[in-house]
Nanobody
Framework: QVHLVESGGGLVQAGGSLRLSCTAS????????MGWYRQAPGKQRELVAL???????NYADSVKGRFTISRDNAKNTVILQMNALKPEDTAVYYC??????????????WGQGTQVTVSS
């Protein structure tokens, strides 16, 4: 069983910053990728940022240059530093983890979500 614990959401004014953290625990054999997705009311869940096992990163175009994802492999923790926040960044942010089992089956895990609200 794998658990993801998120922290760092909240309310901030436009132009401000927030830092999201997610730590994975449990039976983790091999991490392929960790990252963040978000879902705004009435919209589909979308990728925000992802960091792969080789440390390469992938960002949504809407957050490039403003958000930075980083990872502490030893702690199975992923951090999303969000700067220059905009009202359109308002959403529930979900931590995401993709792992491989010893039998090379890939599994996805999700956090419970943390609310980010950016006021104009």
């Amino acid at each position: 069983q794998v658990h993801l614990v998120e922290s760092g959401g909240g309310l901030v004014q436009a132009g401000g910053s927030l830092r999201l953290s997610c730590t994975a625990s449990g039976s983790i054999f091999s991490v392929n990728s960790m990252g963040w997705y978000r879902q705004a009311p009435g919209k589909q869940r979308e990728l925000v940022a992802l960091i792969i096992s080789d440390s390469s990163t992938n960002y949504a175009d809407s957050v490039k240059g403003r958000f930075t994802i980083s990872r502490d492999n030893a702690k199975n923790t992923v951090i999303l530093q969000m700067n220059a926040l905009k009202p359109e960044d308002t959403a529930v942010y979900y931590c995401y983890l993709n792992v491989a089992t010893p039998s090379k089956i890939w599994l996805d895990f999700w956090g419970q979500g943390t609310q980010v609200t950016v006021s104009s």
